[in-house]
């Protein structure tokens, strides 16, 4: 591990890496975790360790903000499947289209990778509780490696507006569940409130060791392609991840294994796109959205936290913020399904459903190298699935039944 402090995305101002906060105690701004990088030391683990470890999180501990690995909390997290998508790339006249396929996590999400390194630091900063506030996935997540630090974990997410399996998982590991009367913003206002006292940890993407753990998806990319992609398109609720992945890549560019960034593309659900339109109006300020409704409830989400970083990363790489509806996303969801057999949550479907639009309407270069980010596994909301397909037909018990509903009068034997 290399030296880290604070540092405010503000104002600039740094801080001893060992202290315990979440925002700048100066300007409240939040914090990034910066390291002192010495450009060759870093290489050689690079070429050397880092290729004899498995793809995955800790292959990358040098670069990572944590001390004594003996006490790391993990399940293996990472080294999830880049999957080439040639049916897509006919269909939509691209050169090539991959999938992250971030459902390969132990808890079906990305949200593994921030946890792996967050739940560690609680660990390492005694808390006795974690907690965090959630559309579902950072709540499973948080729940089931608070379950295996032997930490109390508490959740709060917003009443019957988070996907079926996603409330199953954080049942299941034992976490305490509140279901607030509000929104996913409501609930992080409370949570905030409450992680003042120091028996909790918060580990909301607030918390500048969770993105940590999440750029470890860049350097894999990088990895398995062998280059950084030209575009990368990313679904954005808080915004925590679109802003991990683009600090990957800067440190990537930063210890010169690469030259460029990717094009960073964020999508946003058209009901709770207060980004896309801050983007759209060039603005640099965010106005957040009262009311917010989309079928892809992981990124339902008025007032993002990462607003300001998440707009840098778009506008400095040459990138946008895009919007996709509902129909667009559950559209884009069944065809990476019956296309390429990739089963994804509508959040995990957005970026393909804008890669699709944006296609068809000649904003993407045919001979592109494109990296879509599929963020959750399909099954995590199978209520959503079960509304957009048809119904398994009933049959009697006989083969004459199965035959007639499949139009066959007989069984042809050769
Ligand atoms: N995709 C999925 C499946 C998610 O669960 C989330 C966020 C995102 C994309 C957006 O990531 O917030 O870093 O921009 N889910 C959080 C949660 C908010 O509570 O599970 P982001």
């Given amino acids: 591990m290399q030296r880290f402090w604070y540092k405010c995305i503000d104002c600039g101002e740094v801080y001893d890496g060992s202290e315990r906060i979440y925002f700048c105690p100066r300007c409240g701004g939040l914090l990034d975790i910066e390291y002192e990088y010495d450009p060759d030391a870093s290489l050689t683990p690079w070429s050397k360790s880092f290729r004899e470890r498995p793809l995955g999180v800790w292959r990358y501990r040098e670069l990572l903000p944590i001390t004594g690995l003996e006490k790391v909390v993990t399940m293996n997290e990472g080294g999830t499947r880049l999957i080439r998508c040639k049916n897509l790339e006919r269909e939509l006249g691209i050169r090539e289209i991959y999938v992250k396929y971030e459902g390969d996590n132990p808890t079906g999400s990305f949200k593994d990778r921030g946890m792996t390194v967050g739940v560690t630091k609680a660990l390492e900063v005694r808390a006795k509780t974690t907690i965090c506030a959630s559309t579902g996935n950072t709540s499973s997540s948080l729940a089931a490696y608070s379950a295996r630090a032997g930490l109390d974990c508490v959740v709060l997410v917003p009443s019957q507006k988070i996907a079926l399996g996603k409330l199953s998982q954080a049942l299941i590991h034992g976490a305490r569940v509140l279901a607030v009367k509000g929104s996913f913003d409501d609930s992080l206002r409370l949570v905030e409130e409450i992680s003042r006292d120091p028996r909790f940890y918060l ?79 060039g603005s640099d300020r965010l106005e957040p959205m009262d009311s917010v409704e989309t079928v892809a409830t992981a990124i339902r989400i008025g007032n993002p936290v990462n607003w300001k970083r998440a707009l840098r990363a778009a506008r400095e790489t040459g990138g946008m913020i895009g919007i996709a509806s509902d129909e667009e996303i559950l559209r884009a969801q069944k065809t990476l399904a019956a296309r390429e057999g990739i089963f994804v949550e509508p959040a995990g479907a957005a970026p393909i459903a804008l890669l699709a639009k944006a296609a068809r309407e000649g904003l993407i270069e045919r001979d592109s190298k494109v990296v879509c980010i599929a963020t959750g596994h399909g099954l995590k909301d199978p209520n959503v699935v079960l509304m957009n397909v048809e119904k398994p037909l009933e049959v009697e018990a006989d083969i004459e039944s199965v035959l007639k509903v499949l139009g066959m009068t007989s069984i042809e034997k050769t």
Avoid: C, H
Avoid at 216 to 232: F, M, N, R, S
Avoid at 241 to 246: G, H
Avoid at 270 to 276: D, K, N
């Fill in 203 to 281: 580990l909301n993407s607030i918390n500048p060791f969770r993105l940590e753990g999440q750029k470890t998806a860049a350097y894999e990319i990088y990895e398995q392609l062998g280059d950084v992609p030209d575009k990368l398109i990313i679904p954005v609720g808080n915004a925590g991840n679109i802003v991990a992945y683009w600090k990957g890549f800067r440190e990537l560019k930063m210890l010169k294994l690469v030259d460029r960034l990717p094009n960073m593309i964020g999508v946003q659900a058209l009901g709770a796109s207060p980004i896309y339109k801050a983007f759209i109006k």
